[in-house]
């Protein structure tokens, strides 16, 4: 992910040029995989030639007991595994002094899918994001206080090139190893149907359940850091097009793709293993609980496999249907559906306001109050509402405000206590201005 995109036409031109093929034996494989183990044993970072002879010789004995072990044949050997570019010569002298040889990155790689199995759980998925989201954390702080090209290239392009490639890398491996799971449940659930039909009910149950737990919460893990991770590479990408980085901005965007190819990977197995897990419950429930001693199934093999000789078909004898001949009645064209229009617009009545409820006097009555200077407007008004009939005090209240508020100044203030004027009526009292009339 470190490079531009290349031309695949180019790319598969050139391997089609160069007649490109591995051709690995049992006995290539395992020495491939004895110097590697070697390797790991001791430490050594390449292997002299009489080494790589001793562990031949160790491996065709147990590969192949019978046959005796010869230089001439290892020497063949090893030139099969340099031509396919598994092992490489290290030591820069050709053929003048004995040859010193490591393996090469195309056979490490086969030897640890075959010796290495990776398990993707949820302990060491969770790991292995955690570690991306503190390394873009501590990334996403160097690009806010990058200030040069060079600043860039060293604290953001190359942690995102090595460290979080690496950890998305690690994912992805293991993501394989998962594939491999998935394979081995499969092999063993069609392993247990052929060994005991009736009595792998249960351990083919078991072995779906743990897979689409394991499954499920992968899938968990992966929407919820995968979100958090694709932020942090947008404000990374973000701060990159701000300060005109196209390389960092360009690599941002490379690491992006990668997580998006993991998250779309988990969603694509979950819907996979549900089809899988839905037909083998489907199939234990449809065929195997209805057969438990495979008398059906066994039947309808046999007469399968004897179709040759006993040819089989169904026939169907096609039932007449009786035709009734209806007349054709022609409907007419209904007509739109509508409305009579008329006038919306109504005449105005008018109609005579009644102002007899609160009697004529109440103006004078607000003002004769007011001579004695009140304090507030509950005084006011409980002064007036007892000369007033009680069926109109609610109204009347009303008016009393308003008129107060005409006569005199009222003093605004935040906090207005209820205060009773009446039996029935309580009203918001108002301190007044002394002498404001």
Known sequence: MTESPRDPHRLLSGLHRDRVSLELTTLDLCLLAALHLRAEQ????????????????????????????????????????????????????????????????????????????????????????????ASLARIRTAAERAGGEAAWRSEVVAPLRVTVSDLVGGIERRQRGLDGQQEEVQRRVGELLQADWF????????????MATTLQELNEVLLRDGSHIQALLQEIQQKAAAAEAAEAEETAQRVGEQVDRIAAWGASRQEAWSGYYQYV????????????????????LEQIRGFPSRPFAFAVAAESRIRLLRTVSAKGERPPVGRPSYDRERE???????????????????????????????????????????????????????????LTTPRSERERPWVAVSGEVEIEDWKLESGSR
């Open 199 to 210: 009595g792998a009910v249960e351990s083919c149950q078991s072995l779906l359940e743990a």
């Open 281 to 300: 419950h489907r199939f234990l429930r449809d065929v195997v609980r209805l057969d438990p001693d495979r008398a059906l199934s066994q039947r309808l």
């Open 42 to 133: 001791d430490g050594l970072p390449s292997f002299d030639e009489e080494l790589v002879f001793d562990v031949f010789d160790q491996v065709s004995s147990l590969v192949e007991p019978g046959g005796e072990p010869s230089k001439k044949r290892a020497t063949h050997t090893i030139q099969r595994l340099r031509s396919q570019r598994m092992l490489a010569r290290v030591d820069a002298t050709g053929i003048v002094t004995a040859g010193e040889y490591s393996l090469t990155s195309l056979g490490t790689v086969i030897v640890k899918s075959f010796l290495e199995e990776e398990e993707l759980t949820r302990e060491s998925l969770s790991l292995l994001t955690g570690a991306v989201i």
């Open 348 to 406: 105005l009545a008018i109609v005579a306001s009644d102002d007899t409820n609160t009697g004529p006097n109440l103006e004078e009555l607000v003002e004769e109050a007011l001579r004695e200077e009140p304090s507030g407007l509950a005084l006011v008004t409980e002064r007036v509402l007892t000369r007033v009939d009680e069926s109109e005090h609610y109204r009347s209240a009303g008016r009393i405000a308003a008129l107060v508020a005409k």
